[in-house]
């Protein structure tokens, strides 16, 4: 077998051979992204929708409770000093903690239906953009 002329061969590090490899292309680039695709129109229930801010009030909605139950434990019962010191640092941290929780679940809500809105606008005006531009 004949050998090819040293001008021929490709080295590793050459641009040519950059353009060899496969690139990333939109497609690729979509199926490896976290955020949805106008594209792929699989309709998602409401509970893939609205899992996570459920999943953050009902959270933020424990802590809240558990943060009343200390501070109510903190300032009925008749413990020792040091616990009792302890119990009453420890109960409005949990109230503060859960009712933040708690808040941001409840603004999340919203803006999820606000965005829901805007897709359903954006699907809409992409298919008449498609009729409008491929006649």
């Not at 809240?64 to 302890?86: D, R």
């Not at 009453?88 to 009712?99: C, N, T």
Request: aromatic content about 8%; charged content about 20%.
């Amino acid at each position: 077998m004949e050998a090819l002329p040293r001008a021929l061969e490709v080295e590793e590090k050459s641009p040519e051979s950059k353009d060899l490899l496969p690139s990333q292309t939109a497609s690729s680039l979509c199926i490896s992204s976290r955020s949805e695709s106008v594209w792929t129109a699989t309709p998602r229930s409401n509970w893939e929708i609205y899992r996570k801010p459920i999943v953050i009030m009902s959270v933020g909605g424990a802590i809240l409770l558990f943060g009343v139950v200390i501070t109510c434990l903190a300032y009925t019962l008749h413990l020792g000093n040091n616990s009792l010191k302890v119990l009453k640092m420890i109960g409005p941290a949990f109230l503060s903690l859960g009712l933040m929780m708690l808040v941001c679940g409840l603004v999340w809500v919203p803006i999820i239906k606000k965005k829901q809105k805007q897709r359903q606008k954006s699907v809409f005006f992409q298919g008449l953009k498609s009729f409008f531009l491929n006649r």
